[in-house]
């Protein structure tokens, strides 16, 4: 954040010169947490602290435990959710991570419910800064914003192993959810590498199950954020949808409407989302997947996207009306 962190302070030195703001004022405006700070932390830990995180791997484990204490610091009451897989004749062993606000204004155990979710894991390649080391550090912002909030519903915040061995984690959360808890889950809303990308995006499922796509759509709107869906110039991916290839997907396919936030360009390669910029092509599940090549080939996008998908998600959760 020291590129946004500077301009503050410029701006703020040449209001005081100028006479607009007074120096009480300025102090107040030096003092106001820059929105995305502390997700851009939480990515430079996972990444630099941390490194890739191979799914199954002691890395990935590491950044399992680092974000169960992270929920446990904000009172989340974080649980794992330890499952195995096989493959090439091997069993691994990965986990969800799983956190719970629970709605002070409704202890019915029938309550509706919002899942949050996004993967930990990375290939090998590169640190897995934009996928997805990003959302891991945007839901753990949100959740600190809306820490104290009183929502009309429960969230869970749900970090899944193993995506990357083909979406391993949600496809077993999935499995494990009881037909009473699909039933009060109102949408499932999906974040999977937001750094790269020229533009950013929300997608939805198809019809009128696509509300929180509209309902972000509207709030990016009204904070001059250049939020974007899919503009559906491929016909195998309709308007405002997208594809089955993240955490999304297992929920969708069991009947929950879904909601996904991404950085991409839909414009570029073969029209699927696959090719994220014009300069680079695509980031993601490459050795370029790192904070150091991201600031320095596109300054500021890093930590602009970090800040308006925060953004986005935090007032998602506080302006969704109570589902009866």
């Given amino acids: 954040m020291r590129v946004k ?3 503050n302070v410029v701006l703020t030195s040449a209001l005081l ?18 929105v995305g700070t502390e997700a851009y932390q939480h990515v430079y830990h996972l990444t630099e602290n941390i490194g890739s995180r191979v799914a199954g791997s002691v890395n990935e484990g590491k950044a399992g435990d680092y974000i169960f204490n992270e929920l446990e610091k904000l009172g989340y009451q974080p649980s794992k959710q330890d499952f195995t897989y096989t493959r090439a004749g091997r069993t691994i062993s990965s986990a969800n991570i799983v956190g719970i606000k629970e709605s002070r204004s409704n202890k019915y155990k029938d309550n509706p419910q919002v899942i949050i979710g996004a993967h930990y894991d990375s290939v090998s390649l590169g640190k897995g800064a934009d996928d ?28 899944f192993g193993a995506e990357e061995a083909g979406l ?8 494990q959810m009881s037909q009473e808890e699909k039933d009060r889950t109102i949408v499932m809303i999906n974040l999977d590498s937001l750094l790269a990308g020229d533009k950013i995006y929300v997608y939805g499922s198809p019809g009128e199950d696509g509300w929180i796509r509209d309902l972000a759509l509207d709030i990016a709107k009204k904070k001059d954020i250049p939020l974007e869906t899919n503009p559906g110039i491929n ?10 290839w993240s955490d999304h997907a297992p929920f969708q396919r069991a009947g929950i409407p879904i909601g996904y936030l ?23 599940h490459t050795k370029n997947d790192n ?29 969704m009306k109570k589902v009866q």
């Fill in 5 to 7: 962190l500077v301009r």
């Fill in 17 to 34: 010169i100028s006479g607009i703001f007074s120096t009480s004022a300025a102090k107040v405006e030096a003092q106001k947490p820059v």
């Fill in 132 to 159: 997805n080391a990003s959302s891991v550090g945007v839901i753990l912002e949100t959740a600190k914003a809306i820490q104290k909030r009183n929502l009309h519903y429960d969230i869970k915040f749900v970090f």
């Fill in 168 to 175: 391993r984690g949600s496809n077993y959360y999935v499995s």
């Fill in 235 to 244: 016909p195998e991916y309709p308007k405002g949808t997208t594809g089955d």
């Fill in 262 to 284: 991404e950085a991409t360009n839909w414009e570029l390669g073969d029209l699927d989302g696959y090719t994220q910029t014009v300069k680079h092509g695509g980031v993601w």
């Fill in 291 to 319: 904070l150091e090549f991201l600031e320095r080939e596109f300054p500021g996008r890093v930590q602009e996207h970090l800040q308006h998908f925060t953004e986005i998600l935090t007032q998602l959760l506080l302006d």
